[in-house]
């Protein structure tokens, strides 16, 4: 599957693998949060917030929520006082990694051209 697979068996892009993909990380933050995650885990929910600097508490808790939902992203609550919320990267997410390691070489690579 790739991109010529647009042409032929999918109607959409939506509907293509990379439709699929984008649907899952794509946007401003999933995979600033994956990266950040990633490097370090597991991470609370104060150190994200932290780290991704004009996030809002709002934006980033839908992104986690989403990223969870869609199997990337561990929660883990912890019962005490106050509250303690870990987030950890699932194996479908470390999946996604070496994508992510091209990514960011491509950007090491193309940044002062």
Do not use: H
């Not at 809002?56 to 561990?74: H, I």
């Amino acid at each position: 599957m790739g991109m010529a697979d647009f042409n032929g068996e999918f109607k959409n892009i939506q509907d293509t693998p990379f439709g699929y993909t984008m649907s899952v990380i794509g946007g401003k933050w999933k995979m600033v949060i994956i990266y950040l995650l990633a490097e370090k885990q597991p991470v609370r929910f104060n150190e994200l917030k932290r780290q991704l600097g004009t996030i809002t508490f709002k934006v980033l808790s839908s992104q986690l929520k989403e990223l969870e939902a869609d199997g990337l992203v561990n929660r883990k609550e912890f019962p005490q006082i106050p509250p303690k919320v870990e987030y950890s990267l699932t194996d479908k997410a470390e999946t996604l990694l070496p994508a992510l390691e091209e990514l960011c070489e491509w950007g090491g690579k193309n940044r002062n051209n």
